[in-house]
């Protein structure tokens, strides 16, 4: 380990870290998840901030609902579907010989239109936010109108004196440069080596500017953010530092409520609600796991999953050392075909947002992600990219080796009551090819 990272690792954490090196799956409890009444009064964000952005993204309903006419019929509103996958619930248990007990669920933000990934939810958001401000500031909109007039010629050319930019392994790229340049801003997306082609080439079809880089996620950013502070007229979409991302996808929550009561799923001291995250930079799963607490309190318990090669939030929560420490400086190379997830270092700002209360982090093995897609493809027809499995083993991680934590939370008796959800982050936009090679892959 270098030597100055190594100075500033609490010793209590090396057994940890060697687990973490030698790339063995583990999960990691957090000891400073906090009560939700303790750790709200805290928080820099509250429930306000995430309601005052769903006011936001139902003002431009009107507008989603006429630019994107696959949201026509639920009126604008990007939202996904959660179902029931029984089947693969058995195919779980029997693959890992272990019980999870909670019915299993899959939110299918894999199926989110416009984009076809969780970043729809955030990135989209803070688009439309920098429009909105835009707009209002030049009195070209008022919060009163019907926002499909934004779908026009005379708003194209107003926005087009903006640019925006953003770096990104993949989707995040997806979500920015396809709103952005529907509302006719100039859009730069600096793109990661891990990106795949079939990105690239989506997002130049729609005139947006690819920028590549032949290394990882934290440098496409850095080079983003430069770039754009040279131009006063340019928004960087800060993916490692943004609040609005992580507003924008705490909205789910307020959402997931109401999806609740008509699939009849009851989350309550009796019913604990068990969801696991697929995790990055972030700012995705951090917004979601805010929202679920703000709405579900005590009784929803959040974990983060993230690849063997890139631990980066698992690393910097349990280090206490936030973005100042990276996968790299352990000995890992975050290499992993996860590429929603090759995140070698976290964002500081919602670690430390998250840190108390979130119940923890684990890993797993680009091996399992591919037989859990090859499993859930086979069992309920469902096609998701590799990262979105990422959630799909945390049953079992808990149920094996989470009795501590289940213990001290008085959750051994009430498992059985309770619901696992796991959070699917992306696919539905994969070509069939290479969908096919991801399904032929042997593992
Ligand atoms: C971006 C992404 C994530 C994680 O979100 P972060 O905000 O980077 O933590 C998970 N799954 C997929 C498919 C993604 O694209």
């Known amino acids: 380990m270098n030597i100055d990272i190594q100075s500033r690792v609490p010793s209590n954490m090396q057994t940890l870290i060697q687990t973490l090196t030698s790339r063995e799956e583990v999960i990691w409890f957090n000891p400073q998840l906090q009560a939700f009444s303790e750790a709200i009064t805290n928080s820099p964000l509250t429930l306000s901030d995430v309601q005052a952005a769903e006011a936001r993204l139902i003002r431009f309903a009107p507008f989603i609902a006429k630019a994107f006419p696959e949201t026509k019929s639920a009126k604008g509103m990007i939202e996904s579907p959660l179902k029931k996958i029984d089947k693969m619930r058995e195919n779980l248990e029997r693959r890992f010989h272990q019980e999870i007990f909670a019915s299993l669920w899959l939110k299918c933000d894999s199926h989110l239109p416009i984009s076809g990934s969780i970043k729809a ?7 439309l936010k920098i429009a909105e401000e835009l707009a209002l500031m030049e009195h070209r909109l008022s919060l009163e109108d019907d926002y499909s007039i934004l779908d026009s010629e005379e708003f194209r050319s107003f926005f087009s ?9 993949g989707n995040l790229g997806l979500s920015i440069g396809i709103i952005s340049a529907k509302l006719g801003f100039n859009v730069t997306v600096h793109m990661s080596a891990d990106a795949k082609q079939w990105k690239k080439d989506l997002l130049r079809r729609k005139h947006v ?8 996620y934290s440098k496409a950013v850095a080079e983003g953010r430069r770039q754009a502070k040279a131009n006063p007229s340019c928004y ?8 609005d991302l992580f507003l924008g996808y705490a909205v789910a929550a307020l959402r997931l409520k109401k999806q609740f ?7 309550d001291e009796n019913h604990p609600l068990f969801v696991y995250l697929p995790c990055g930079v972030g700012g995705g799963p951090g917004g979601i796991a805010f929202g679920l607490k703000l709405v579900f309190q005590d009784d929803v318990h959040c974990i983060f999953a993230e690849p063997t090669h890139s631990p980066c939030m698992l690393l910097g929560l349990a280090t206490g050392l936030h973005d100042s420490i990276a996968v790299e400086d352990i000995g890992l190379d975050n290499k992993t075909a996860a590429d929603g997830l090759a995140v070698g270092r976290p964002s500081g700002f919602v670690g430390k947002v998250i840190q108390p209360f979130l119940s923890g ?7 399992h992600l591919f037989q859990l897609l090859k499993g859930l493809a086979e069992t309920e027809k469902i096609y998701l990219e590799p990262s979105a499995l990422a959630g799909m083993i945390g049953p079992i991680m808990l149920c094996k080796q989470g009795n501590a934590y289940l213990r001290t939370h008085h959750l051994e008796d009430k498992l059985i009551k309770g619901t696992h959800i796991v959070w699917a982050t992306g696919g539905s936009m994969v070509p069939k090819e290479e969908m096919e090679q991801y399904l032929n892959r042997r593992v």
């Open 121 to 127: 939810r955030g990135g989209i958001y803070e688009v």
């Open 161 to 169: 004196q903006y640019s925006i930019a953003v770096g990104s392994t």
């Open 209 to 216: 500017k690819v920028v590549e880089y032949d290394s990882d």
């Open 236 to 243: 960087f979409i800060d993916d490692e530092n943004s609040r």
């Open 261 to 267: 009561a008509e699939a009849g799923i009851i989350v």
């Open 361 to 367: 982090c684990y890993t797993v093995s680009d091996e």
